[in-house]
Structure formats: structure tokens, C-alpha cells
């Protein structure tokens, strides 16, 4: 079954304790991203990855890292999580210029 | 700006009730555009996509949506809701320039008994 998985998908953290969120398809897809959703803000794109090796910022990406090592992979780094980042989060993957983009079931991130 | 709108944050419905998530978008968003629903603490499921073609796309569960490019629009509609539509539903659409999905506030529909 084509799917994202999300890990984990609920988390209360506190301020300033790294945490990873891991992302992962068994699609192949090359382009994967990571978006924020906020009330009445809808979804903002934080980092995607346009293949291996290769990510660029969204649109809000400031206090967040990724990185690509692998195609299937594409984790969330918070270095030092503040309550602003408290939010829903959700990665998605798609082949390049694909139209159908496949969603992850969403992280519940609460910092404290 | 690249933008899409969603004029409407909340919609409240009675059941069986005709519904409209209105949705508009930039000139330099593309034409390729989308509707996602969200039901309660899950991920975002394609609802419908325009890509070409036909003004008027229909999706799953029931629901259509009519692009309007001289009002630069794309509606989404139902003629008779369920109580299982309640959920959030998202309007997207393509950047033209970066090619990436560009999502508008969402519209909360509450459909009621």
C-alpha cells in the first residue's frame, strides 16, 4: 500500500530539547516536503527535497532542518524547539511535476 | 503575490442542505488546482484536481468543483450533504513559478443533524 508514515504522531516537548520528526514513503518519489498547518493559516511549506541530497527552504523554514540522505527519508529537525513551533505537521511526498501528492497522516507537536 | 483564497473560514450546514466552499486564486498561481479534506486527526485526502480539460471536475464522495478562469475561481460544491462531510477542506493550487502547492486558510464545514 502506497503510504507516508509520520513518526511520532503526537509529542509534548519543552523548550530547547532537539527532537526529530521522521518522515518516510515507499513510493520512490523524488520530491518530498514538510509543511506546518496553523488555524486560519492553512498549510506553509517549511523545507522540501527535490531529490537526494538536494532540499531548499518553503516558505517558513526558520528554526527547522532536513536533510535527504536517502529517497525514502526525509526528516524534521527542530535544534531548539520553541512554543512558536507548536503546531500540526505533515510531510508529503510526489514523483517531480506529479499532480497527486500523497500526504502523511500528520504530527501533533506541542512545546512547552 | 502567489495566493489562494478561501472567502469563507466556517460554513455551517443542516444535512441533506446544498453546500459552496468558495475558493480564488492569483493570476500567477497555475491552473492546476486542487481540493484536499481533512477529516477530524487525520492526514489530507484528494478530494478533486483540475489540471485541463472540462470546467468541471468532479471528485469522490459526491463532490464537484467548476473552474472559472475569468473569475479566477474554483468552487467547490455538493447538492446534498452527510454528516460524515464534516471536516476541513482546503483549496490548493501550483505555484507557477516554483511548481509547488500553494494552500489557501481552509473552510471548516459543519454539517448538522
Known amino acids: 500500500e502506497a503510504q507516508v508514515t509520520q513518526n511520532p504522531r503526537y509529542l509534548i516537548t519543552v523548550t530547547g530539547k532537539k527532537l526529530t520528526v521522521t518522515c518516510s514513503q515507499n513510493?520512490?518519489?523524488?520530491?518530498m516536503s514538510w509543511y506546518r498547518q496553523d488555524p486560519g493559516l492553512g498549510l506553509r511549506q517549511i523545507y522540501y527535497?527535490?531529490?537526494?541530497?538536494?532540499?531548499d527552504k518553503g516558505d517558513v523554514p526558520e528554526g527547522y532542518k532536513v536533510s535527504r540522505k536517502e529517497k525514502r527519508n526525509f526528516p524534521l529537525i527542530l535544534e531548539s524547539p520553541s512554543p512558536n513551533q507548536t503546531s500540526l505537521y505533515f510531510c508529503a511526498s510526489s514523483t517531480q511535476g506529479a499532480n497527486t501528492i500523497y500526504f502523511g497522516e500528520g504530527s501533533w507537536l506541542t512545546v512547552v | 503575490a502567489q495566493s489562494v483564497t478561501q472567502l469563507d473560514s466556517q460554513v455551517p450546514v443542516f444535512e441533506e442542505a446544498p453546500v459552496e466552499l468558495r475558493c480564488n486564486y492569483s493570476s500567477s498561481v497555475s491552473v492546476y488546482l486542487f481540493w484536499y479534506v481533512q477529516y477530524p486527526n487525520q492526514g489530507l485526502q484528494l478530494l478533486l484536481k483540475?489540471?485541463?480539460?472540462?470546467?468541471l471536475v468532479k471528485g469522490i464522495n459526491g463532490f464537484e468543483a467548476e473552474f472559472n478562469k475569468s473569475q479566477t475561481s474554483f468552487h467547490l460544491r455538493k447538492p446534498s450533504v452527510h454528516i460524515s462531510d464534516t471536516a476541513e477542506y482546503f483549496c490548493a493550487g501550483r505555484s507557477s513559478n516554483t511548481g509547488k502547492l500553494i494552500f489557501g486558510q481552509g473552510t471548516t464545514l459543519q454539517v448538522k443533524p
Open positions: 527535497s527535490m531529490n537526494v541530497e538536494v532540499t
Open positions: 483540475y489540471l485541463s480539460g472540462s470546467t
Open positions: 513510493m520512490n518519489h523524488e520530491y
